[in-house]
Nanobody, 125 residues
Framework: VQLQASGGGSVQAGGSLRLSCTASEQTLRSRDVAWFRQPLGREREFIAAIRFTDNYTAYSATAKGRFTISRDNAKTTAYLQMNSLTPEDTATYYC???????????????????WGQGTLVTVSS
């Protein structure tokens, strides 16, 4: 499964962006999908995830209340709607996918074998 993340760009503080994640060969219909980000010079961190079986969602503390993860009805694309962006949200954002039924935490990046190439989000003050 190859993932494609898109939708990044430059925005001023307080603005919004919507990131998209699509799969090139297979749909995301039967997979958990997550978004992670990596600021320049820092470690990758969990942002949000959505579970295939029940659409359960999880968010990091910094994302909760500002970001929303979702997927379309056909489950071919996942989205990350980001509102009230701040310069601290500047990072490369990656989408990731894993098979359904994985018991390990949905926040654990090591449980996701499929990754997109990343899309850069830059927020200016």
């Amino acid at each position: 499964v190859q993932l494609q993340a898109s939708g990044g760009g430059s925005v001023q503080a307080g603005g919004s962006l919507r990131l998209s994640c699509t799969a090139s060969e297979q749909t995301l219909r039967s997979r958990d999908v997550a978004w992670f980000r990596q600021p320049l010079g820092r470690e990758r961190e969990f942002i949000a995830a959505i579970r295939f079986t029940d659409n359960y969602t999880a968010y990091s503390a910094t994302a909760k209340g500002r970001f929303t993860i979702s997927r379309d009805n056909a489950k071919t694309t996942a989205y990350l709607q980001m509102n009230s962006l701040t310069p601290e949200d500047t990072a490369t954002y990656y989408c990731a996918a894993r098979g359904r039924g994985v018991i390990s935490s949905i926040r654990d990046s090591t449980t996701y074998p499929y990754w997109g190439q990343g899309t850069l989000v830059t927020v200016s003050s």
